[in-house]
């Protein structure tokens, strides 16, 4: 698989048909809560790796911009789930350049914004919602896996829930204040996001945020509060190579 086919995955096809045994690629899931450093150690990883990369965040972000911008009530259910597939979401999931497309238009920039932010949570509390979006993930990991190149997926409920049978689950953390400080970095352009507000609203965001975060078991536990974003990669890709000895699938 070569790397352009490989940003391209809505049009990738798997290895079935073909005599030779498929390759199998790795899948890598990344969860932890906001602003503990997930986009950037999942995208590093994919990187030094030759993975896919996913970003399933943006994917509840995506519709909650979508939903916002057509003045669709997010705090109620119902119309939520109402309209739930009338947008078209085109996730890439080249690391380089993880575009998410909203019925064609690039919406990478105003899915980041402290509306949306703020919102997000109640939307991808809905199990309709959930439901829905688990089965695309899937569908794009299931993918990645069977064209043999992998894909590093990053969330909340990876590791349980959308891949469990990923043989690399990372649960990175760090402290509020760290997370907040990133936070407020992300948002220079809002002059409104100071490290205080960002601090309480990251605080509300984990909250309505717990129920979907489902931490699997066997995931290892990356505390990345005083760790240089090289290290934390560093280990994450130690992590898969330990995995790899005697395994079926392919970096
Ligand atoms: O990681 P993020 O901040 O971009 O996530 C946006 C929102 O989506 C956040 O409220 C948590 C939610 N989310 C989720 O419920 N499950 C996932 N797998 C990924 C994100």
Redesign the pocket.
């Known amino acids: 698989m070569t790397k352009s086919a490989a940003s391209t995955q809505e049009t990738v096809v798997g290895d079935a048909g073909r005599s030779a045994p498929p390759r199998q690629g790795l899948v890598i899931a990344v ?1 932890g ?3 503990s450093g ?2 950037s150690t999942a995208r590093g990883v994919a990187r030094a790796l030759g993975l896919r990369y996913l ?7 995506a519709l ?1 911009w979508w939903l916002l911008v057509h003045d669709i009530d997010t705090a109620r259910d119902a119309a939520v789930v109402e309209q739930l597939r009338r947008p078209v979401l085109e996730v890439g999931t080249d690391p380089d350049s993880p575009i998410i497309r909203v019925d064609g238009a690039d919406v990478s920039g105003p ?2 914004t402290r509306e ?2 703020n919102a ?2 109640a ?3 809905i199990p309709q919602v ?1 439901e829905y ?2 089965a695309q ?1 899937r569908d794009i990991i299931g993918r990645a896996v069977g064209a043999g190149d992998g894909i590093v ?6 590791g349980s ?2 891949a469990p049978d990923a043989p690399v689950k990372v649960f990175l953390t760090a402290t509020e204040e760290v997370r907040a400080q990133r936070r407020t970095a992300d948002l220079t352009a809002d002059p409104a996001a100071t490290p205080a507000i960002t601090l309480r609203e990251q605080a509300r ?1 984990d909250r ?2 717990a129920p ?2 489902a931490r699997a078991a066997d995931a290892v536990e990356i505390n990345a509060t005083s760790l240089r974003l090289d290290e934390v990669i560093g280990e994450i890709v130690g992590l898969a190579r330990e995995r790899r000895t005697g395994s079926a699938w392919t970096t």
């Open positions: 969860d809560p906001a602003g997930k986009s970003d399933t965040g943006a994917m509840y972000r909650t899915i980041r949306v932010s997000v949570s939307v991808a509390s959930r979006l688990i993930q997926a990053e969330g909340r409920d990876i829930v959308v965001r309505r945020d979907q975060m």
